[in-house]
């Protein structure tokens, strides 16, 4: 079956550095890939859609140069949060449609800690 | 999307049957009703989805009213490992969802198999 494969699992940085975590698709191609977040006892928020060679589709309060969004390949997207606040430690979740599939396969997340 | 509404959380005996119900009263003719499961601090999972039939897979069944706008989800002996959060989701099918074909999650039914 379709595997999204996410890196780092987890990352701990320090409060105004950049982390960026990676999503690939290890066995199909994806033009188009999601970018969740998760704060602790919560549902999954969609911050934006990352589309293959274009610029992302960022979800209306979403901080689009805070969280950057490259996706220059069909099996890779990378998402950047720049300048990392404590506030912005969460579970960070990719996802991408695979045609073969049944759509939607996720990655297994990766948690951020800022100190 | 159509909305759906959810128990926030359920108890279940591990080896019985787990149902998960579902409300989406306000589904289109054209939406299919998904399933996906959330393991603690784990990517989603897809689970199953159907249109009007109902379906069966390896993991569970999925049963659709007749006028569609209900379902539940069963899991028909569950074991420990089942222990997550259950998200029903309503939304046309991916392959013609176009622009849209972002997946949104609502807050889901936190299922506890007990031993």
């Known amino acids: 079956g379709a595997v999204v494969s996410q890196h780092p699992s987890w990352v701990i940085c320090k409060s105004g550095t950049s982390v960026k975590i990676e999503c690939r698709s290890l066995d199909f191609q994806a033009t188009t890939m999601f970018w969740y977040r998760q704060f602790p006892k919560q549902s999954l928020m969609l911050m934006a859609t990352s589309n293959e060679g274009s610029k992302a589709t960022y979800e209306q309060g979403v901080e689009k140069d805070k969280f950057l969004i490259n996706h220059a390949s069909l099996t890779l997207s990378t998402l950047t949060v720049t300048s990392a606040h404590p506030e912005d430690s969460s579970f960070y979740i990719c996802?991408?449609?695979?045609?073969?599939?049944?759509?939607?396969?996720f990655g297994s997340g990766t948690r951020l800690t800022v100190v | 999307d159509a909305k759906t509404t959810q128990p926030t959380s359920m108890d279940c005996a591990e080896g019985r049957a787990a149902n998960l119900p579902c409300n989406h009263s306000t589904i289109s003719g054209n939406e299919y009703v998904y399933w996906y499961r959330q393991i603690h601090s784990q990517g989603p999972q897809y689970i199953i989805h159907g249109l009007k039939n109902n379906e069966t897979n390896e993991m569970a069944s999925l049963i659709i009213t007749e006028d569609r706008k209900s379902s539940t989800l069963i899991l028909p002996h569950a074991t420990l490992r089942d222990t997550a959060v259950y998200y029903c989701i309503v939304r046309v099918d991916w392959k013609w969802g176009g622009a849209t074909n972002k997946l949104i999650f609502g807050t889901g039914t936190l299922l506890a198999v007990q031993p």
């Open positions: 996802s991408a449609i695979d045609s073969g599939n049944y759509g939607y396969t």
